[in-house]
């Protein structure tokens, strides 16, 4: 009797310190998760009425033709193109057209007064006026139709996506000669940047049956 006490007394303490154990590791590895900051994005919206009558009226089938090339030019690093740069095609690229209504209208000039994109302040259409849009793929030529439209104003915009590559010259190392010179090592590094240009344009169609040619960029 005595001893399966002592059995039993051995046991819970067994228990026992195995628990206190237990419990210090899970303190000792507890860790505390810094949560991901959201990145502060400020987007702004036309205050006018969007009147979706006349942007569906706009949009209605016509007889005139909008023709196009889209493409850009790859720009220095004050934000210009040279005279002659060699043109980059939109390649299987959307290009959207929009119906230029006084809430478009009001939404450009917003766009250009309040938007900063390194900011992060992004000037938006509303989703309903969006929606009241064509859309066009281009070719590998940069090439794009839209049939069948009316005569109005509209705004035509794509966003084209193309890959710069540079090389540079990497430090190495030093070696010392015999004679006591310094000899600086380099080796020749390749790299590549990502950009997106934002190509749009106004087009007018000022009758029936007309065909229009434009330049996007």
Sequence with gaps: M?????????????????AIFLTTCTSAIAQYKEPE????????????????LQAKKMLARGTATIKGVAFTKIKNSLGF???????????????????????????HKLRDKKENLKKKRYVYL???????????????????????MKPGKYFLQGILGYTTTGSYNEYTGSGYSNDGYTTDYY????????????????VEVKADGELVNIKLK
Excluded: C
């Design 187 to 202: 080796q020749k590094k390749q790299y590549s940047v990502a950009h997106e240009d934002r190509i749009e344009t106004f």
């Design 81 to 107: 193109s040279p005279l002659m740069a060699e043109r980059i095609y939109a390649n299987q690229i959307k290009v959207v057209l929009l119906p230029v209504t006084p809430y478009f209208e009001e939404w």
């Design 2 to 18: 005595n001893f399966q006490l002592k059995r039993l007394t051995s046991f819970y303490r067994y228990v026992l310190l195995l």
């Design 37 to 52: 900051e959201k990145e502060k994005v400020d987007i702004i919206y036309p205050e006018a009425a969007f009147d979706s």
């Design 126 to 148: 509303s989703d309903e006026a969006y929606r009241y849009r064509l859309e066009a793929i281009t070719n590998s030529k940069g090439k794009f139709t839209f049939p069948e």
